[in-house]
């Protein structure tokens, strides 16, 4: 398809060019004549030649006036439509700029990890550096930290040991210290487990045990 519109496109191009050509060719044709009508020596002429020649004046004369008449009325029709073609092109290209765009979008490959599966994801500041993280939970990975950086996504791994086929991940600050901790239920280790950032890596506690077998479809923080 691209192909095709630059084709259409140079195919449009060679057709104006022809026509300003074609235009070009005639005009300089007819002013070579109307020049050379006046260059020409008009003493020798007989009478009834340069008789004729006068009343071909006026013609001109009066061709010349409806020339630069219709010629201000088409140089304004013709800046019209150059107009509208340009308003017409923005348009028609804008729309090509936003799919662009959107792909661009679909492209955009935050981070990768080694697994085929990845049902949990939490974003929030969990350590504490002001920017959004997000922390997700994989098959059987581990869990992991993504961070903004000004270079792009850090990745880290939290904890290779944290694995299960919902390993569902909460972030909550349940203790009230203003900071948000990671709760993680590690179906396959069988643990509810707690991770807290220490200023430089997380701290791991267990909060309860996990039954053998249950699947954890999610956690929540509620006040009760
Ligand atoms: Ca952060
Ligand atoms: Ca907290």
Redesign the pocket.
Known sequence: MNQSIHQLMQLVLQGIAWVLKTIELLWDWSWSQITGMFNMSWSNLAAWKMLLGVVAIVVLAGILVTMARRGMEAFGKIAAAFWTMVLTMLAIVSFVVIAGVLSRGFQWVVATVPDRLMRAMAAG?????????IVAGALSSGLWLF??TPDGWKKTQIDAASSGFEHPVLLADLDGDGALEIYVASEDQQELRQYRWNGKTFDKSVVMPLTKGDITWNLTDAKL
């Open positions: 500041d969990v350590n504490g550096d002001g920017k959004v993280d961070e903004q």
